[in-house]
């Protein structure tokens, strides 16, 4: 082969990129899993919630989420007839331990569980400057923590508090929907604790999923929806004082 | 030809240009993992990094092949759609070594009153009692079977006892 050092300058940087594709290859995955056949999310029946804090604290096993940090934590609200917009709001550590005993009075109580929304067009996602953080093509906003800088911009675009920096590991951390779980066929930790089924896992890719008779015959709330996040965490029966 | 033989020190120029690029290819080889792009501007193994990461709650399924017994008593009262590990905690290290691994039974005075602890920010059907005026310092379980709580038969309570 007669090579002349133009051309193999010339083709050199063709063979690079070539062989980058080659690289790439296929993407390892769990077995069974497809990621292009699920859309998660997450239903939350909210009258069903009775503040006992199981998903918090199932959670914070389930993850090793450090003390003082939530992926997910419940809000008790208490709110009165004529200042519906400045609802009294307590989170005692993240209601993990449940909530004081109150009196009945003339203010409506009622509890809040939240977690992260797995937003489909997160703003969180969207600031980070690296690429850490994504939307995974079945609809789980994950944080990829060897590539997070710790710069916290996601923790500040999103819209519901729902991302902190891990105090050990300085970078990002989140609800992932339990990944790790709902890859394996199992529901979440915080869905597996919940006593009273507040909280469920939805599949909205899955048409045998009940979500889709529930999301068409109920009334059904997303947190923030003027933001157009594209919110997946589905309130049932959400008050309007909730922000 | 002689056109060419000017231009010879632009070709000089532009070999240095392709050799830098040549050499920015081969740094970004090493410094971008391969499977960054893949599903988008990100790391396409972080998907199953992430989901690799172990399990703390085994789950009820992985529960009910063993304890039947307790599924089936569990089964017709009103703890049937409580799952095992919302109050036995997660074991998930129980269910893959059943042996060396015995959970701790949890104690009914607080598991009991987590939920069922009377307060008017609870929704109103849901059954609460004050533990102090219920049952006078009682356990729970004396009265009631954690998998199965409604009293019946021999435990139930003499008349006005607990409502």
Sequence with gaps: MNLSRRHFLVLMPAAAIAWKAVLAGTPEQAENYKLSE????????????????????ACAAENDVPEGYFRTWVERYHVSDENMTNPEVISPDGGKEGFPVVKEDEKKYFFVPKMC?????????????????????????????????????????????????????KVADKCTLCYHRITKGLTTACCES???GARQLVDLKNPKDPIHEFLKTHSVQVLKPQMATGAKAFYYELDGSVR | ??????????????????????????????????????????????????????IKFAGHQACETCHTDVLDAKSKGKHAHVNCEACHGPLARHAEDP???????????????????????????????????????????????PHSPAISGSNAPSAGGAK
């Excluded at chain 1, 500040?156 to 920096?165: D, K, N, S, T």
């Design chain 1, 194 to 196: 919940c006593p009273t």
């Design chain 2, 1 to 54: 030809m002689s056109v060419l033989k000017d231009a010879r020190h632009l070709f000089r120029f532009a070999g240095l240009f392709v050799l830098a690029f040549i050499t920015f290819l081969a740094i970004r080889h090493y410094v971008v993992p391969p499977s960054f792009g893949q599903y988008g501007h990100y790391r396409g193994n972080a998907i199953s990094d992430i989901a690799a990461r172990p």
């Design chain 1, 117 to 169: 929304n797995h937003c489909a067009d997160s703003p969180c996602t969207q600031v980070c400057p690296v690429g850490a953080t994504f939307v995974a093509p079945d609809g789980v906003v994950l944080i990829d923590q060897t590539y997070c800088l710790g710069c916290a911009y996601c923790v500040q675009a999103c819209p519901y508090g729902c991302r902190y920096i891990h105090p050990e590991k």
């Design chain 2, 99 to 145: 042996a060396s691994v015995t959970p701790v039974k949890p104690d009914t005075a607080v598991l009991c009153a987590r939920c069922h602890t009377a307060t008017a920010a609870k929704p109103k059907g849901f059954p609460q009692v004050d533990p102090a005026d219920h049952s006078n310092g009682v356990a729970c379980e004396t009265c009631h079977q």
């Design chain 1, 38 to 57: 699920h859309w998660w999310g997450m239903l939350i029946d909210v009258p069903k919630c009775i503040g006992c804090g199981n998903c918090v604290r």
